[in-house]
């Protein structure tokens, strides 16, 4: 068997640039200074360090640099603008807008904020992944204090009307805060511009390093105020305490630095590539569905089902060589399929035939080429396997059925 | 999660696919589990009424590897026995040959299941007291 490896799956997480990897090396003998110590040239250098880090990135959301909260990742990200939000506002109002398909560091923090006396409401989407804009503006109430919207999904890519979010919050004058996790880094992402307030994201998700993300967190127009999560030192400007990962930060703003430079072309390469994958895979094979809107997605990313065949078991026809992720409820330990996909209105059986395709700076033609191959061996070979594929060739109604629920 | 060699075996060279003729009164049928849930078997058997052993098994499978593997592995044991063995085989069985973790002990269930649910079928076809209880669970 052919050993070669393909890597598709960075949404989960991206490789680290080589070019980071090398910026990050200084950091941690040569330069092994705490950047809170002020007293000493090790100190100085590691605080430099981080400051060019902090432009380099807030060069890249065209935001100050003074608005760049650096954390351990997006999930903390996430907790401290919901929870810092929340505690901060929670005399003005205790009511929270989101919706059914974010990340679970949204969710599961909503979910806790629940207990802690919030309201919130949790929106549906399209069966393209989207938002109904009309439906956010009718939930917005008196004591809603945030919106919390996702940039772009993580397993879909769908890309949320974030101006027009944006617009209706200011007309409401209510916070908007978005994961923008799986956008940052890929696509130009402004937030000043479209009226986002506070905003997570992470490095290990744009070529950077894992264990070092960040929060933008708007300092005029409106001026936010978080009440920090994190007791301590009093780092990042009193809102998140704990000695600055100085490694971590230096790669994060190189990685940043490099999109900036790189995100049109990179952008440009793999929406041909994953138009390409999407295409053949869709023509050479019946019955293949693509999951969120083909209007507004990222550029990287395509989320397709098989029908009749099982994610889980597909991905094992190729999981020696190929990364991909599937929406399968196999491959969780809950053995339930994707509730990104089942908010979308697909039927569970549709959300067990799914797999995330998320293509990368290093992704090659020849990867692709590869992969298409693959894929249309590996849903052959399965639906020879699968007798709700035979069924269906032979004209049974599989919603006549009845099933045997287990 | 990493698979045990023997379900990789069976996945990657799975044993007894394909279709027997259910209109046949010595082959019996089962169809277990729901694409809702992940998981549908259809495991076949075909029986010598002389004898009373099964002589042919065939399945399919829409599942993950698991669910292939068991049912895989329940054809092979299945050929050669005689009805009444062939009621003894039991999930923890197939989840110790296979080294099943505990996600995927289900999967030897719903096999189980597709080898009763085939006996009962072809007794109920040939009128046969029927000893495969519908589902053990």
Redesign the interface.
């Known amino acids: 068997m052919n050993k070669r490896l393909i890597y598709l799956d960075n949404n989960a997480t991206t490789p680290t640039d080589p070019r980071v990897v090398e910026a990050m090396l200084p950091f941690f003998y040569e330069n092994p200074g705490n950047a809170a110590s002020r007293n000493h040239p090790f100190g100085w250098v590691a605080e430099e360090a981080v400051d060019y880090a902090r432009e380099q990135i807030a060069s890249l959301l065209e935001v100050d640099s003074k608005e760049i909260i650096f954390t351990s990742g997006a999930t903390e990200s996430d907790n401290l603008a919901l929870k810092g939000v929340f505690d901060m506002y929670r005399r003005k109002g205790n009511h929270i807008i989101t919706a059914k398909t974010e990340h679970k560091a949204v969710l599961d923090t909503c979910h806790k904020l629940e207990t802690m006396g919030a309201e919130v409401t949790y929106l549906d989407v399209s069966r393209e992944g989207l938002v109904d804009l009309a439906e956010l503006e009718a939930a917005i109430k008196p004591n809603t204090i945030m919106v919390s919207l996702m940039w772009a999904n993580n397993e879909t890519g769908v890309i949320q009307d974030m101006k027009a979010i944006g617009q209706i919050c200011e007309k409401h004058g209510v916070l908007f805060m978005s994961d923008a996790t799986q956008a940052v880094g890929k696509i130009p992402v402004h937030p000043r511009e479209v009226g986002v307030h506070i905003m997570a994201f992470t490095g290990h998700k744009m070529y950077g390093p894992k264990g070092v993300g960040a929060l933008y967190v708007s300092r005029k127009q409106p001026r936010v105020k978080l009440t920090a999560q994190m007791d301590g030192g009093g780092h990042e400007r009193g809102m998140r305490s704990g000695t600055l990962n100085v490694p971590g930060i230096v790669g994060f703003g190189k990685a940043a630095e490099i999109a900036k430079k790189e995100m049109q072309q990179d952008a440009e390469r793999l929406s041909r590539l994953r138009d390409k994958l999407e295409l053949a895979l869709m023509s050479s094979l019946e019955e293949v569905y693509l999951n969120g809107t083909r209007d507004s997605r990222m550029p990287h990313v395509t989320n397709l089902s098989f029908k009749?065949?099982?994610g889980?078991?597909l991905m094992?026809t190729f999981n020696q060589n190929i990364a991909v992720s599937s929406g399968?409820?196999?491959t969780s330990?809950s053995?339930e399929?994707s509730y990104v996909l089942v908010a979308l209105g697909l039927?569970?059986?549709l959300a067990?035939s799914s797999i995330r395709f998320s293509l990368g700076r290093f992704t090659t033609e020849d990867d692709i080429d590869y992969a298409i191959q693959a894929l249309t061996q590996g849903v052959n070979h399965?639906r020879?396997?699968?007798?709700?594929?035979?069924m269906y060739k032979e004209g049974i109604d599989?919603s006549t059925?009845t099933?045997?629920?287990? | 999660m990493a698979y045990s060699d023997k379900v990789l075996d069976h996945f990657k060279n799975p044993k007894n696919v394909g279709t027997l003729d259910k209109s046949k009164n010595t082959v019996g049928t089962g169809l277990v589990g729901a694409p809702e849930c992940g998981d549908v078997m259809r495991l076949q058997i075909e029986v010598d009424p002389s004898s009373n052993t099964i002589v042919d098994a065939k399945f399919k499978t829409f599942g993950c590897g698991s669910a292939i593997a068991s049912s895989s592995l329940a054809t092979e044991w299945l050929k050669g026995k005689s009805i009444d063995q062939a009621l003894t085989i039991d999930n923890m069985d197939i989840v110790e040959e296979l080294a099943l973790p505990p996600v995927k002990i289900h999967c030897s269930v719903l096999a189980e299941d597709a080898i009763k649910a085939a006996i009962r079928d072809y007794q109920v076809k040939n009128g046969i007291e029927v000893t495969a209880e519908a589902s053990s669970h």
Request: charge should be negative; proline fraction near 7%.
């Open positions: 009749h065949v099982e889980e078991g094992m399968s409820a196999c330990a053995l399929p039927g569970d059986d067990h399965m020879d396997l699968s007798p709700i594929w035979e599989l059925v099933w045997s629920e287990h």
